[in-house]
């Protein structure tokens, strides 16, 4: 198997090292940025009025651009497209309904708010946080985003089949930039778990995927489209917002045929560097600046985890060119995230391992269908610290891996034991990244940290947000069998 993360060594240091003087870390690299400009001052949150969002999942037959003709019963929040991108202002409230109008009974239907640092009641785990929303009931969400930056939004339960519906939509917090790109657009990436030819959905879930790397849709698009071509400006310094919402599939995203460079991860603004490779498993999320073709010029957004690498979408240039001189994109503005206090720090490793069953490996190809009031498959193929989630029976929460003091700064080393990939996702806070065991990591922020194969990572943040909060794999079928947790801050 070929390396699943060929890092540009420089470049990466390069960027640490910026990060490490606008953020605070500590690299002992005192190597040049990629690019000119540091970070800017924190955006300061506005005052706006309440945006209002109202979403009513529901089953709807839809064609997209991808399926060939074929209508297909997607599964989304809006009957006015497959895809909400709600665009808000820093500083103002989001006060959303949703409607559960799911045709099939028991499907509940919460909202999570993947990345945002929000109140304990607003996370949308049900059981843990909030009462299920069963169909026919609504519930309603209210909270002021702290952070700016990329986000999305889903349901957290029966997750892999949700999302391979489309149940997905989109939040940017804007206020981030320091002056205007000449575009700002979103490609989000994910596959579709369709067979054309019959024109219906394969099963969501298998028993062979979800003992191993999971189960693949064969269908790859961008923005609901085979390698769509999106029109930019010529000349421009045009800001992407990629993003992994697949339930599955990582992958090692790059660009051919122009410049471009990471200006934020997870949301997160870092220090301009180069974008040469970077590994995106489901849910990680990075902005990026592309210097566009001249008129008529294309550049491709290209998938390079594959043998032969997949153009996910192709760029063309068209008009008068916007920029002059040398490439050196605009920064955002730093985020504002409580910096953990290491010399203090509680530390802890926490293991992410197969289970006995998951040994096994389950050979048949299988759904595995019904998911128990704890939103979990009744397989248990991966443990956190040696527990599947739950432990015990299937009605009640297993007590919380781990009860967190508010305001003390934790050290985790996130060790993943198996020969698969698991992007770790922490609930109601952003973490540092600090290290890896086996790459060279540019320290930043995140929401979700991905765990190569026999990798140890370590992560430190400060508990600052009191409630109980969700620790899972975020390749969907993991978490529905086993590899989820949760921890409480008190
Ligand atoms: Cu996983």
């Known amino acids: 198997m070929r390396n699943p993360l060929p890092l540009n060594r420089r470049r990466f240091l390069a960027g ?57 019963p997607l599964w989304t929040f809006s009957p006015d497209t497959w895809l909400p991108i709600v665009r808000m202002p820093y500083g103002a409230r989001l006060n959303t309904t949703i409607r559960n109008d799911l045709p099939r009974a028991e499907e509940h239907a919460s909202i999570h708010w993947h990345g945002i640092r929000l109140p304990n009641d607003q996370d949308g785990v ?50 981030d930039t320091t002056e205007p790109y000449d575009a700002d657009e979103v490609v989000l990436v994910r596959d579709w778990r369709v067979d054309l030819a019959a024109g219906v959905f394969l099963p969501f879930t298998t028993n062979r995927g979800a003992g191993r790397a999971g189960t693949y849709g064969p269908l790859r698009t961008a923005n609901g489209a085979v390698n769509p071509e999106m029109v930019l400006p010529a000349v421009a310094d045009c800001r992407l917002r990629i993003i992994n919402v697949d339930p599955t599939r990582p992958i090692d995203f790059g660009i051919e045929g122009a410049e471009a460079a990471i200006i934020a991860i997870d949301g997160l603004a870092v220090v301009p560097f180069s974008l040469d490779r970077w590994i995106m498993a489901p849910a990680m999320r990075i902005d990026i600046v592309v ?26 240039g068209a008009g008068e060119a916007r920029r002059t001189g040398p490439f050196d994109p605009a920064p955002l503005r730093a985020p504002v995230v409580p910096e953990p206090d290491l010399g203090a720090a509680a530390t802890r490793t926490i ?140």
């Open 16 to 72: 640490g090292a910026a990060l490490a003087g606008a953020a605070g870390f500590a690299l002992g690299s005192g190597r040049a940025p990629a690019y000119g400009q540091p970070l800017a001052a924190p955006a300061v949150p506005g005052v706006f009025p309440d945006v209002e969002l109202s979403l009513v999942a529901a089953e709807r037959p839809s064609v997209l651009p991808a399926f060939a003709g074929n209508e297909l």
């Open 126 to 175: 049900p059981y843990l946080v909030q009462e299920p929303v069963f169909p026919g009931d609504s519930f309603r969400y209210s909270f002021v985003p702290p952070d700016t930056g990329t986000f999305f939004f889903h349901t957290h339960c029966n997750t892999a089949e949700h999302i391979g519906r489309g149940l997905i939509g989109i939040l940017i917090v804007e206020g």
């Open 291 to 316: 210097r566009t073709p001249r008129d008529g010029g294309v550049a491709r957004l290209v998938d390079f985890r594959p043998d032969d690498p997949l153009a996910i979408a192709t760029i063309r």
């Open 351 to 490: 293991t992410f391992a197969a289970s006995e069953d998951g040994d096994l490996l389950p050979a048949e190809d299988a759904a595995f269908g019904f998911l128990g009031p704890l939103c979990l498959s009744f397989n248990d193929f991966w443990t956190i610290d040696a527990t599947g989630w739950p432990a015990g029976d299937h009605a009640t929460a297993p007590p919380p891996l781990a009860e967190l003091v508010r305001g003390q700064s934790y050290r985790w080393l996130l060790r993943n034991t198996t020969q698969h990939l698991h992007p770790i996702h922490i609930h109601g806070h952003t973490f540092a990244v600090l290290r890896s065991d086996k790459r060279t990591l540019l320290p930043h922020h995140a929401d979700t940290v991905l765990l190569i194969e026999d990798e140890t990572v370590e992560v430190a943040f400060v508990a600052d947000n009191p409630g109980r909060w969700m620790l899972h794999c975020h390749v969907a079928e993991h978490q529905e069998t086993g590899m989820m947790a949760y921890f409480t801050v008190t």
